[in-house]
């Protein structure tokens, strides 16, 4: 399944043509540091891409997570919320954030690759 990046440093699976699993990059984690406490969404809420649709605390700072594409919140980690560290430690896996129906899927055209997200981050 193919991950795409954001520039706002969120990570989105598209498990289907019309789901996709969203988190942050290692990059924002790496940025934030050790990450205390998770805000996620209500399930059934819709948000439009760069919407503000979660919040991540860490020991450093507070930080938004932007909706990379728009869409529905189909599902949220409750893992996460419980145990916020998972993002400090698998943030590409375990620490997903939600799941969202996407609303536009010609919007994951404008994500970042592998490469260009890797490309990005450098110039950071």
Known sequence: MPI??????QWIETAAPDAAR??????AQ????DIVFVD???VGKTFAKGDVAAV?????TAADVFMPVAGEIVA???ALQADPSLANTDP??????????????AELDDLL???????????A
């Open 22 to 27: 969203v988190g942050i990059t290692p990059f």
């Open 56 to 60: 991540v605390e860490s020991v450093k």
């Open 92 to 105: 590409l896996g375990a620490a997903w954030f939600f799941t969202i129906r996407v609303a536009t899927p």
């Open 30 to 33: 790496d940025t934030l540091g």
């Open 76 to 78: 949220v980690n409750q």
């Open 40 to 42: 996620l969404p209500a």
């Open 113 to 123: 690759d592998d490469a260009a997200y890797a490309s990005f981050t450098e110039d």
């Open 4 to 9: 795409k990046f954001s520039r706002e440093h």
